[in-house]
């Protein structure tokens, strides 16, 4: 079992930066692929970003590429989310998620998630 915790989210104005962070419980935080998926009203949930257990590969939807960087520290089970030169359409509620090793495009394939953190992003 893996309890993730997010934090960081928050409202900000359009061109501004926010930080979100997701915290594992399990000591073999390492042995999974992390992902950071989000959800607008009425939208499905996408995947926007994901980095392997070893940190060697890393996807980002073509929607945040450039934007948003993500990272993680194996050492302190966190994964990290960095966005930058938001936009209003990158509110949604965001949710972190791990599966074993490899990470995936579709959110059925992850075994655990965080419970959300909301995004908002003013014009």
């Known amino acids: 079992q893996v309890q993730l915790v997010e934090s960081g989210g928050g409202l900000v104005q359009a061109g501004g930066s926010l930080r979100l962070s997701c915290a594992a419980s399990?000591?073999?935080?390492?042995?999974?692929?992390m992902g950071w998926f989000r959800q607008a009203p009425g939208k499905e949930r996408e995947l926007v970003a994901a980095i392997s257990w070893t940190g060697g590969n890393i996807y980002y939807a073509d929607s945040v590429k450039g934007r948003f960087t993500i990272s993680r520290d194996n050492a302190k089970n966190t994964v990290t989310l960095q966005m930058n030169s938001l936009k209003p359409e990158d509110t949604a509620v965001y949710y972190c998620?791990?599966?074993?090793?490899?990470?995936?495009?579709?959110?059925?394939?992850?075994?655990?998630w965080g419970q959300g953190t909301q995004v908002t992003v003013s014009s």
């Open positions: 998620a791990a599966r074993p090793y490899r990470y995936d495009l579709r959110p059925q394939e992850y075994d655990y």
């Open positions: 399990r000591r073999t935080f390492s042995n999974y692929a």
